[in-house]
């Protein structure tokens, strides 16, 4: 890449991830917010069974404007990626067997929520095909994927995290009796968690040990670990993280808070973030006392830095009634649709989304690959 050449970015979405329908919408998003002044795009499709095909912007809005649970559809131009060897071409085999290469891709942008994207399979892929790609590395993509690893590295790192039991398949299969009085001992309501999914896909909030078993069949749907967590009565605040170049100390945006305004949501669900309109509010920045936002921001670094993130995490906390900052989990590939909070924070913050995107790529293309 010379001066006078556009660095070009591949954008990959969809996936085969529960998440793959907001992998599109937040494809959406950012495809309308990058400064193609700036960059070459090029669009990549991946489907539910994991075929990489190259797209449009056209092609991805209409998918999500007919359906907001849109898959992303088989055919045409097909992608491989390339390994190593120095050559940052994408391979294209066209629907008629021919073979084709991309332009020499500079650095790639994962907007893949879940497994097979934001949990370190792809990153490692990524590494092995000699590609610069925005986000955590391997490592840390893993354990801010696992809610069970990540609360271990929060613990380490001295920060304060709620009461919780892990549940493995073999735990439940060898004896679910005592996996049911672990859970008891927390206390009900409880919210058991696939430990490996996102956007509230198979959590259920559990206020009696009578509806455990169906709730723990629900989200061995998504996982066969699971995360038990006891309940905390408390304020969501979120805060947005944002690295910096040179090794210099991350950036913490001004917190935001959600605010679940329907009693048919007992907790911030599916629904809640992505299909009803009035379930929830969002409010930025959130109205907290000034040593609490700061104390807040300090966290949310301190928490990135514990699983040793890099480029953007979102962290989520609990405040309670008692001033105390309570820390559930991060997210290394949060959100990025125009309305999300990780976007909205940062832009009442004084970075706008164009510019985001901008530091994000900024940040992977001065990050060397490997061993850092």
Known sequence: MTSATKPTVALLCGGRSSEHSISLITACGVLGAIDTEKYNVLPIGITRDGKWYLTTEEQLRELTRRDALASFPEGGQQVFLP??????????????????HSESVDVVFPLLHGPFGEDGTLQGLLEMADLKYVGCGVTSSAVAMDKHFMKVAFEAAGLQVGPYEVITKRQWLQNPEAARTRIESLGFPVFVKPARAGSSFGITKVDSVAELDAAIEEAHKFDPKLVVEAGIVGREVECAVLD???????????????????????????????????????????DLPIKVSERLRELAVAAFLSVDGEGLCRADFFYTQDGKLIINEVNTLPGFTPISMYKTMWENSGINYSDL????????????LGLR
């Open 83 to 100: 390994l190593g060897a120095g050559d940052s071409r994408l391979r294209v085999i066209n629907e008629d067997g021919s073979l084709n």
């Open 244 to 286: 910096s170049l040179n090794g210099a100390q991350p950036r913490a945006s001004y917190p935001g808070e959600i605010v679940v305004t329907d009693e048919e949501h007992g907790f911030y669900d599916f629904d809640a973030k992505y299909v009803s309109k009035t379930s929830a509010t969002t409010q930025c920045p959130a």
């Open 357 to 368: 995107i901008d530091e994000l790529i900024e940040l992977a293309l001065a990050r060397p």
